[in-house]
């Protein structure tokens, strides 16, 4: 998935990109998990959301 095709969760630190058996991509948004707003498999790609948050630093 590239960027054009994520939108903003692309670059998004809860987002998780997973391959479904048929070898799709699809992406997790691990904030469902502990905020309901969010849908566990956004439809992609995600314009704008109140949820992103940049990947944390790697030190
Ligand atoms: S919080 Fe928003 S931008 Fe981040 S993965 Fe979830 S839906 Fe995508």
């Given at each position: 998935?590239?960027?054009a095709?994520?939108?903003?969760c692309?670059?998004?630190r809860?987002a998780?990109?997973l391959?479904?058996r048929?070898?799709?991509?699809i992406l997790?948004?691990?904030?469902?998990?502990t905020d309901?707003?969010?849908?566990r498999?956004p439809?992609?790609?995600?314009?704008s959301?109140?949820?992103?948050?940049?990947?944390?630093a790697v030190s």
């Amino acid at each position: 998935m590239n960027r054009a095709q994520t939108g903003v969760c692309g670059t998004c630190r809860h987002a998780k990109r997973l391959t479904t058996r048929g070898g799709g991509d699809i992406l997790l948004c691990r904030l469902s998990e502990t905020d309901s707003k969010f849908p566990r498999y956004p439809a992609l790609p995600v314009l704008s959301c109140p949820g992103w948050s940049a990947p944390e630093a790697v030190s």
